[in-house]
């Protein structure tokens, strides 16, 4: 965290008045939202299943007096006054930031009347367990008239919240601000081509990756350590931070930067799991402590989008954490946490083994050359369900097709197909986000390493904070200050493109592929 | 928990478009409280260093918007609608508590004004800093000034609040609602002559008991699992609860009776305070899981006062927890958990040695007889110095004086005398509750001994559900509908007496040391 010269953070024009009486209210509903993001963290560690109820009844309170503050009508007057061409001449980039941000969610909040807001929150609620249940029964047409219901719902938001080209570019603005769809289509094409050829190729060599030595018995316990050793080695500092366990591993502010925590779930028998969820994980949360601390308390503090969020997430995990340097550095905390499992495993065949490529049917298993190709199925089937292009009885069949073109593989149950994931129960226009993160993670990579000449040879020396520093100094730093896309230009030189993608996953792979 | 018919639980008048609006205004209230418990617990348990500063803003921004609430011109008209006469009659006992509750807190939150309310905060962080570092310096010169000041304070806030007799009276009115120093010197004269009296004839019988049975080599996990244990035991429900570790035990609600949770803190060397810190927790915790979930969401539910609270912690540590029936139908937890070490205690040499009655200077570790003579010393001290009859520097000399009358031994320094207790870095009016609790206790312990004429006989079997439920359906379930010393009346049929403490007290441990 850049805890050094405040002085040459971005800030706030506090001497401003309107600026300064936009952070007092900004300050109140970030600190009630942290509290929030708090409950939720104890819903999802800690809290008893008899509570259920009556947190539901203490975040529906929450949420009713976020939405007071948020639709005030001064907050509105005040956004008037600060977005004239004469004011905004005078504010730093911080003050624009919060500004956008301030307009984006008054505008959202004023738009989405609150009944429509507590219909969605009802129907969310009965489609969860809908799904829930249809997944454990392989059972789509349970689901389907939920998943209809759903379609329906976000068809009228983003009719309320408003668009230019299509439908589902005001669902994705909700999580990607500026990203479009059309967009999308250009950054995702290549990396489709990619995908399906370098499978293609790795399966036609007849090589094969041995990842038995990730399996076996490890107790759990001994894991939660060694995430924490791992975690402390990427430079995440515990002092403004907790590791806990949860079902699915995830990663929360309350308040960034200081204090952002992360779960991970270990897995008795395959250490892979909390390792790299505890690396992913990292990523999140390095980002969040990151954050310059001149922006806390405000909505600009923490991340820049969901997708810039998975670019650091992705970065650590993929470009670092499956990297033979990184492991030449920190191998020891492997071999001590399992001695005995691992004292015969050489760090060249444990990494070679984080790297299998092997086309599965489940997303959140899926290796780094099939994973995009998982999240461009789901981007093409939701982007149809908005625009009205398909009906939801030929879902299962069209997944199914999908993943016979892309994967070369078909689910025999829709519980392993079209259930898999739990995002369409809430609604649409997320799943791109790890795709574009993917993206912007390797371009940022392919950065670094440009201005490290000496990038492997650090890490293999077990360094990583030179790393965190510049992107810290250079990303971490700014929060949602700019939009995603400007922001990986001002990281990176140019706006996102998706060739060091394909660069890096095809010299990495014909490596370890010897293809 | 009452999860039975709630048709016979004490209920509000929702009919009444009046108390309905009141109970909407108390729901959001109530959410937004228990929020703010959930994040103390969160600051108690998990909570990492570098997060204090920002957690502090987001509890004083929950404050201002309570306080909003609290201050509603429209929550003061229904208040005095519903206080009108005509309206009490048609209102049932629960409505009546709700407007009476509610009314104190609006009081409070009109008389007390935001400046002064602020200043409270400021002067009890600084004050709680200052007594921290001098009770690790045994520099009582150091807190003084800050002592000094909290007197001020305290003496403001008592005459903004209002009071008949004396000061102290206002104070003490914040944790035992309806209570004055009058009343309490005369309750608490007997327990002053009872514990004096009998602890001299302990010391003159020459007869002692041997608590080395409770020392050893205790793992902490293990100490953990036993508290878990010996809740489970007394009817502690975990799919409304949790327990967790904290550096001093507490518990505390997230909203009665659906989340009610406590710390314990084992000492390795001393198994005696995890399961006495266990089985008093337990007994807070019950209380607020048997509040009637018809009253969940309003301040009503949970405890009547903090006097009722030390009630249950006391009757469940103390009269049963610290009894032969009791640990003769449960004694196989402790075996089974430190089998080795136990194998060769028997259970009537480890209940006696619970039982071990030692003058010492510190009141958290006081037995039974000399706790409330730790209490009085307090009570007397603080009343001279709220009521402006003693000067700041004198204390110290004073308080050793009154240990050496009161217990017989004088503490060598501050730190082990006057500076012991957190308390007076935040108020006054507290520590009477402590003594209470232990009257209360004792006469609704007395009263189901009454109504169970085989109470030992089943607690040595190893029931507790009977005196449980007894008390849920008797006491527990009312909440704070009632006056603490309304409700000890219907509980027991009469109003506090000290009388069945004196002879608990004296029959008790006449027995133990054989006098």
Known sequence: MLQQDTALMPNFTRSDGRVSELLDRMHEIADLSALGALAEWDQNTEMPEGAGEIRGDQMATLQGVLHERWTSERLSHLLDQLEHASVQANLSDADKGLIREARRSYDRSTKLPRTLVEELARVQAASFESWRKARTNNDFANFAPWLARTISLQREIADRL?????????????????????????????????????????????????DSCLQGDFAQEKQMALSEAVLRAMGY??????????????????????????????????????????IHEGGHALYEQGSAPTLV??????????????????????????????????????????????????????????????????????DEVTYNLHIIIRYELERAMVNGEVAVESLPGMWNA????YLGIEPETDSKGILQDVHWSGGFGYFPTYTLGNLYGAQIFHKLREVFPDFDTRLEKGETAFLLRWLEEHMYAYGAIYLPEDLVKRVTGELPNPEHFVRYLTNKFEGIYNL
Chains 1, 2 share one sequence.
């Open 162 to 210: 408003g668009f230019v080209e299509t439908r589902y570019d005001a669902l994705l603005d909700q999580f990607e601000p500026g990203m479009t769809s059309s967009k999308i289509d250009t950054l995702f094409a290549p990396v489709r081509e990619v995908s399906a050829t370098l499978l293609k190729r790795i399966q036609a060599s007849g090589h094969a990756v041995d």
């Open 237 to 278: 500092e515990l002092s403004h931070g907790g590791i806990a366990r949860s079902p699915h591993p995830f990663t929360t502010s309350f308040g960034s930067p200081f204090d952002v925590r992360l779960t991970v779930n270990p897995d008795q028998h395959f250490i892979q799991a909390s390792v790299m969820a505890a």
């Open 297 to 366: 308390r405000t909505p600009i503090a923490g991340g820049a989008s969901m997708g810039a969020h998975e670019s650091q997430s992705r970065l650590w995990e993929n470009n670092v954490g499956r990297s033979l340097p990184f492991w030449r550095g920190q191998y020891q905390l492997i071999r001590s946490a399992f001695p005995e499992h691992f004292a015969n495993v050489e760090v060249e065949a444990f990494t070679r083994a984080l790297n299998k490529v092997q086309p599965s049917l489940i997303r959140i298993e899926a």
């Open 402 to 405: 999908k993943y016979r073109e």
